[in-house]
T-cell receptor, first 115, second 109 residues
């Protein structure tokens, strides 16, 4: 079975440019999460969706960040304009709400470098 | 809110046993999770505790005390491939997980 698929795996861009990260969750999962990981702050939850509806975006650092989930099989995280402090690994994870554990399945991550 | 604390780094010897501790303070509790993350890779699920006590899974065991807000991950018969970061996380259900910053475990020959 295919796991969570993220693209791009690596992106290097210049400050001020728009960045779009993409995620395809595991088929049948109804919850999707965007995390950001840095050495200093660890894994931080940015936003999550249940049944394609954004539930909590309190972790989104500022208005430059936005996320959408137009359907059950696709989500995007957009940064516009990007800044060097946005450099991090961005993980998408999905789960099936209703299981006993609520285990998250992570994609391989998108490593973003903003120069 | 949620606050999760775990040691930043630990060192252990191949073949030995190591215990990684985690303390948590959460406004709601649906379970305590442990994830393993090798450098440059995604976190992968190791264990889940929702009731007090010890859960054993092969060389790995996880313990939970809800009254103390405390958990540990026990790794036995350490192998070099166990060198990784171990992330303690609280939450679960529809609201996702809040992660600690992780414990970087170094295994020495």
């Amino acid at each position: 079975d295919a796991g969570v698929i993220q693209s791009p795996r690596h992106e290097v861009t210049e400050m001020g440019q728009e960045v779009t990260l993409r995620c395809k969750p595991i088929s049948g999962h109804n919850s999707l999460f965007w995390y950001r990981q840095t050495m200093m702050r660890g894994l931080e939850l940015l936003i999550y969706f249940n049944n394609n509806v954004p539930i909590d975006d309190s972790g989104m650092p500022e208005d430059r960040f936005s996320a959408k989930m137009p359907n059950a099989s696709f989500s995007t995280l957009k940064i516009q304009p990007s800044e060097p402090r946005d450099s991090a690994v961005y993980f998408c994870a999905s789960s099936f709400y209703g299981t006993n554990t609520g285990e998250l399945f992570f994609g391989e991550g998108s490593r973003l470098t903003v120069l | 809110g949620q606050n999760i604390d775990q040691p930043t780094e630990m060192t252990a010897t191949e073949g030995a046993i190591v215990q990684i501790n985690c303390t948590y303070q959460t406004s709601g509790f649906n379970g305590l999770f442990w994830y393993q993350q090798h450098a440059g890779e995604a976190p992968t699920f190791l264990s889940y505790n929702v009731l007090d006590g010890l859960e054993e899974k092969g060389r790995f065991s996880s313990f939970l005390s809800r009254s103390k807000g405390y958990s540990y991950l026990l790794l036995k018969e350490l192998q070099m491939k166990d060198s990784a970061s171990y992330l303690c996380a609280s939450g679960g259900g529809a609201d996702g997980l809040t992660f600690g910053k992780g414990t970087h475990l170094i295994i020495q020959p």
